[in-house]
């Protein structure tokens, strides 16, 4: 009986913040294609010409732009789990006092709105790249994979930052700050074999270049990557569960005080 209420929150909770986020809107959910499409055609036009030579462009035109969209779209995944997971907490305070239940119920329909969001981008992607660049079944499942293992830990990195934030209100802006970082040092729009050699070690120490290098790997140089990549993805997966829980067990006895 508990997993059944759990179960019906948890889809009630995640058609409501599915329907908050687009109220007012005319275009609604269209915006989830329209932005990474503009920003993909702006990184094509500005980045094609010169990352031709490191890509051997002159095989396919189509190239560099599916080598941005293989990394873009996860990065979008990313950043809408962590900035949605940042302010579910203090959005929903009064639900929170108001209601008696378990406040991560939140971050999962959080989670999981952000999930079906990327599904929509990602089904386009998977359109284009069954006319130029189609994936055997076996790349497609290990791309899921991967995103499943990233949508995890950005579930944890976002209820980090939700748990925070409710302390802290600077935490969500200086968290924009610190993604713009971190994607010019996640290498999205240029290739990792573009970097200083002290660099290629250097972002092995980033989580997120784990996962989209990951990504990289699968879909456009259609390989599956290796033992210590993944085993580093993995690492990374299980040491955001173990944090993000000790977060939240050690301040959830103080939300409600300073909600």
Known sequence: MKRLTFVRSLSALTE???????????????????????????????????????FDMNSSKYAYS???CSGLLAWNFFTELANRGCLVLSENK???KKLRFKPYILFFASSLACLFNFFISFGVYNL???????????????????????????????????CLNVFLKDIYYANQILFQLLFWATPIVYLQSSLPSFAKKMVYFNPVFLF??????????HRIPEAFLL??????????????????????SLLRDHL
């Open 94 to 96: 009064d639900f929170i």
């Open 128 to 162: 284009a790249l069954v006319f130029i660049d189609p994936p055997s079944p076996s790349e497609f499942l290990s791309y899921l994979g991967i995103v499943f293992l990233f949508g995890v830990f950005g579930s944890c990195f976002a209820i980090v930052l939700g």
């Open 66 to 68: 599916l080598y941005l």
């Open 212 to 221: 989209i290098e990951s990504m990289h790997q699968i879909l456009f140089f």
């Open 231 to 252: 085993g580093l993805v993995l690492l990374w997966t299980v040491l955001g569960l173990l944090i993000s829980a000790f977060v939240y067990t050690r301040s959830i």
């Open 16 to 54: 409501r913040d599915f329907k908050l986020k687009y109220v007012g809107s005319i275009v609604g959910v269209y915006w989830h294609l329209i932005h990474p499409i503009v920003m993909v055609a702006l990184y094509t036009l500005v980045f094609s010409n010169l990352m031709k030579s490191k």
